[in-house]
Structures are given as structure tokens and as C-alpha cells.
């Protein structure tokens, strides 16, 4: 009798709510919320901020189409790494996963986190700056709790992920509809001469387009579980649009 030998798979659970929260529940994070500053301050004007704003969120599309496509070609998870592993070899694709575990990847999360304890310390010491020390626990708090709520199971991380995505979604509803209530009652005094006091330099526009690309961060992590999405040419698809 011939023995018949079994692959390991990965289970399908991941469903196109989930990969939609995976995508856009990571992409507005604490990013959103702290870079605006920086971009305003690098380019010196409203006007240029918004349009740096519009260029990369122009990249993004551009590149998710890439990724979206390269998703139904390839239904392998690993993202660019199994992508530079087909196309360039083991060698390069091996020095992209040591970068990105021990520096890139790390010093992603440490700065969302960071970030996220700030916010979420912010509102116990009211008119002063929280102690750094209580700042970095809560940051590797959430940290350990989330990383331990994705190790257990993998509908209870996306049910995690949907969850804070509609929290994060409406809380940009509710600035958005700030700011349009603001513009109606005739505050766009920073709209005259919004173009005033650019700085054209390479190095602002640099560090406004960095920042501005950093808040995007997120759009590929849908790849990095193809195989664990229960329809990944509908998913991706669906991504691309």
C-alpha cells in the first residue's frame, strides 16, 4: 500500500471581515494620531501637508494593487519574504528576515506601542507628562497581551482586530466630522495662504513624506496569513479595490 503523506496547513479562518480589519485596523494606529504634527512641522504649511498626505496615500494604493495581485499569484503567507525567496533566491531572502526580525519589525512595534501608552496613560495624570517608567510597562504590557491573545486562537485575535477597528474607524468619523463642523462656521483661517512658509528643501519634504508613509504602515499585512484566509482571491481582490 502506498503511504500517503500529509502537508501541514494552516487552518482557513480568517474570513473577509477579518482580512479587512488586518489591513485597515493596523494601518490607523497611534501613527495617525502623532505624525500629523511632524509633517506640519517639516513642511511649514497646511497646504503642502495635505498634499504630502495625498502623495502617499497615492503610493499606497499603487503598491497595494501590486501586493493584491502578487497575493492571487502566490497564495503562500510570508508576504516579501516568500516573494523575494521565489524571485531572488534563499541568500537575500534570508537577509530580509534577519533585518526584519531583529531591528525592523521590533522597532515597529516598540513605536506603536509606545505610542499607544501615551495616549492611554495621558488621561490619569491630567496638566503634566506621565513618568516614562509607567509609560514603557504599559507599552510592554500591551505588547504581551496582544502577542499572547494571538497565540491562542486565531478567531479571537481577528475578533480583537475587528473590534478595534470599528473603535478606531469611528473616532476618525467623529474628527472628521469635527473638523467639517468646524469649516462650516467659518474657522479656515489656516486655509489663507496655506502654501505660505513651505519649506522645499529635500531634507522636510524627506522627513514629511517618511512620517507620512509610516501612518500608511500596514497595507501588506494582509499577505503575511494568504494561507490562512478561507477565500484569498476574494479577499485580495476585494484588497485591491
Known amino acids: 500500500m502506498d503511504a500517503k503523506t500529509e502537508k501541514l496547513n494552516l487552518k482557513r479562518e480568517v474570513g473577509l471581515m477579518g482580512a479587512v480589519s ?11 494620531f502623532m505624525t500629523p504634527q511632524t509633517v506640519l512641522s517639516s513642511i511649514g504649511s497646511p497646504g503642502a501637508s495635505l498634499v504630502v498626505w495625498g502623495c502617499c496615500g497615492f503610493l499606497v494604493i499603487l503598491v497595494s494593487f501590486c501586493y493584491a495581485e ?4 502566490i497564495r503562500e503567507s510570508g508576504g516579501e519574504y516568500i516573494y523575494i525567496l521565489k524571485t531572488s533566491g534563499p541568500v537575500v531572502a534570508f537577509m530580509l528576515v534577519f533585518t526584519s526580525v531583529l531591528f525592523v519589525r521590533p522597532a515597529g512595534v516598540a513605536g506603536i506601542a509606545l505610542g499607544f501608552a ?10 503634566c507628562h506621565p513618568p ?14 496582544l502577542a499572547i491573545v494571538n497565540c491562542l486562537n486565531v478567531r479571537l485575535s481577528m475578533s480583537v482586530q475587528v473590534f478595534f477597528m470599528v473603535t478606531k474607524v469611528l473616532v476618525l468619523v467623529v474628527i472628521i466630522i ?3 463642523v468646524m469649516l462650516i ?7 489663507e495662504d496655506s502654501f505660505e512658509n ?9 522627513i ?3 512620517q507620512g508613509l509610516w501612518s500608511y504602515d500596514g497595507w501588506n499585512n494582509l499577505n503575511y496569513v494568504t494561507e490562512e484566509l478561507k477565500r484569498p482571491e476574494v479577499s485580495k481582490r476585494l484588497k485591491g479595490l
Not at 132 to 145: E, F, H, P, R, T
Not at 185 to 191: K, L, T
Open 185 to 191: 462656521r467659518g474657522h479656515n483661517e489656516n486655509f
Open 132 to 145: 516614562v517608567l509607567l509609560v514603557k510597562c504599559a507599552a510592554a504590557a500591551a505588547i504581551i497581551v
Open 198 to 206: 513651505t519649506n522645499v528643501g529635500i531634507n522636510p519634504i524627506g
Open 208 to 210: 514629511a513624506f517618511y
Open 70 to 73: 502578487l497575493g492571487t499569484v
Open 118 to 127: 501615551q495616549y492611554a496613560v495621558a488621561p490619569f495624570y491630567p496638566g
Open 22 to 32: 488586518l489591513i485597515g485596523g493596523t494601518m490607523i494606529g497611534s501613527g495617525i
Open 178 to 180: 469635527g473638523g467639517v
